[in-house]
Antibody, heavy 116, light 108 residues
Framework: EVQLVQSGAEVKKPGESLKISCKGS????????IGWVRQMPGKGLEWMGI????????RYSPSFQGQVTISADKSISTAYLQWSSLKASDTAMYYC?????????WGQGTLVTVSS | DIQMTQSPSTLSASVGDRVTITCRAS??????LAWYQQKPGKAPKLLIY???SLESGVPSRFSGSGSGTEFTLTISSLQPDDFATYYC??????????FGPGTKVDIK
């Protein structure tokens, strides 16, 4: 069974760093792109970027380029989304999803709350 | 960048109704369009890919059509489990994917 399991909810202060994870199982992790999607409270879905764990080829939406870093460790079938300095406006649910076109499997989401 | 719009933004319907949601792209995206369903507190679920292909396990009451710039998602007979928000997503642009703003289907 294909599964993407994300790390748990986080509460951080502005200026802090954060790295959240997405662990794939039940398929060849290195053969499928993994994307990240943001959903701010009460809002729609925003595509952030995507990585191919096989060779770490990474692409970003222009809206998120320079704001976050996407990475992957294929040895443990895990993709990451990280921030070096969080802002209150980063408060959102973040989803990982498999697929370089339509996304057929999704993680359960990681809620990130940034508040002083 | 390709912009996506959806109409209506909210749709009130009853069980058994035929429901149609429209998605428009700012430029041609061929058939590179997907539809997702999202329920409160849950991750989105893929319903339709490549404009009209039904994802495995999705009930046949869901169907998609269109190409170019105009697309529709149709639910032939609305069921209680279908009250949710629906998003379209284009994947024509090389890794510059865009979601529509969503259509909430609620109970009339």
């Amino acid at each position: 069974e294909v599964q993407l399991v994300q790390s748990g909810a986080e509460v951080k202060k502005p200026g802090e760093s954060l790295k959240i994870s997405c662990k794939g199982s039940g398929y060849s992790f290195t053969s499928y792109w993994i994307g990240w999607v943001r959903q701010m409270p009460g809002k729609g879905l925003e595509w952030m970027g995507i990585i191919y764990p096989g060779d770490s080829d990474t692409r970003y939406s222009p809206s998120f380029q320079g704001q976050v870093t996407i990475s992957a460790d294929k040895s443990i079938s895990t993709a990451y989304l990280q921030w070096s300095s969080l802002k209150a406006s980063d408060t959102a649910m973040y989803y990982c999803a498999r697929g370089q076109q339509s996304a057929d499997y999704w993680g359960q989401g990681t809620l990130v709350t940034v508040s002083s | 960048d390709i912009q996506m719009t959806q109409s209506p933004s909210t749709l009130s319907a009853s069980v058994g109704d035929r429901v149609t949601i429209t998605c428009r792209a700012s430029q041609s995206i061929s058939s590179w369009l997907a539809w997702y369903q999202q329920k409160p507190g849950k991750a989105p679920k893929l319903l339709i890919y490549k404009a009209s292909s039904l994802e495995s396990g999705v009930p046949s009451r869901f169907s998609g059509s269109g190409s170019g710039t105009e697309f529709t998602l149709t639910i032939s007979s609305l069921q209680p489990d279908d009250f949710a928000t629906y998003y379209c997503q284009q994947y024509n642009s090389y890794f510059l994917f865009t979601f529509g703003p969503g259509t909430k289907v609620d109970i009339k």
